[in-house]
């Protein structure tokens, strides 16, 4: 009885630890100021159920694109 909770603790753990990183941006090196690169990246996305929520540039000056899917997102950023 007891491993059954240990084990029931270690993958609530899991789950918790796994649903904070998918809103970690995702640093890549896609050429986001390109416009085929944003085209393909939007329609790869939405082929797998993503949608984009968010297209701006930051204070630095950097596009920023943000995909949701259902309670997770994903940020790309452009180098």
């Given at each position: 009885?007891?491993?059954k909770f240990q084990g029931l603790f270690i993958a609530a753990v899991l789950l918790v630890?796994?649903?904070?990183h998918a809103d970690d941006p995702i640093n890549s090196s896609l050429n986001l100021s390109?416009?085929?690169v944003?085209?393909?990246l939007i329609e790869s996305t939405k082929?797998?159920?993503w949608k984009l929520a968010a297209?701006?540039?930051d204070e630095n000056q950097k596009l920023v694109m943000i995909f949701d899917k259902g309670k997770d997102s994903?940020?790309?950023?452009?180098?």
């Open positions: 009885m007891k491993n630890s796994i649903d904070t390109n416009p085929d944003r085209k393909c082929s797998e159920g297209l701006y540039y994903k940020t790309y950023i452009s180098k």
